[in-house]
């Protein structure tokens, strides 16, 4: 398993942050991925607008993951219109 860190950026209303978070935990769940910490990062202004908002809120997660299982994922996370933006990056030992 190689470790992950994925920064996500949901809508600020409320019931969406909320709604496209538990999605993500299930979805990361799904695919077997250990979550090892999770940081929330805030509300903060975006660099351009997306989907019609200035602003987002930034969640952090530190995961581990098998390399087959981000694709699935990335799939999984494109279908969530719950999220703004995502990023997974791989971190090096």
């Known amino acids: 398993m190689r470790q ?3 920064t996500v950026i949901f809508p600020l209303e409320e019931d969406l942050s909320k709604a496209g978070r538990e999605t993500v935990l299930a ?3 799904a695919q077997g991925a250990e979550i090892v910490k999770t940081d929330e990062v805030g509300d903060r202004d975006l660099a351009y607008e997306i989907k019609k908002r200035r602003r987002g809120r930034y969640v952090l997660f530190t995961l581990k993951a098998e390399p087959a299982k981000i ?3 990335d799939k999984a996370f494109k279908l ?3 999220l703004l933006r995502y990023l997974f990056v791989n971190i090096e030992e």
């Open 27 to 29: 979805d990361l769940s």
């Open 4 to 6: 992950y860190e994925l």
């Open 80 to 82: 969530n219109a719950n």
């Open 71 to 73: 694709a699935a994922l």
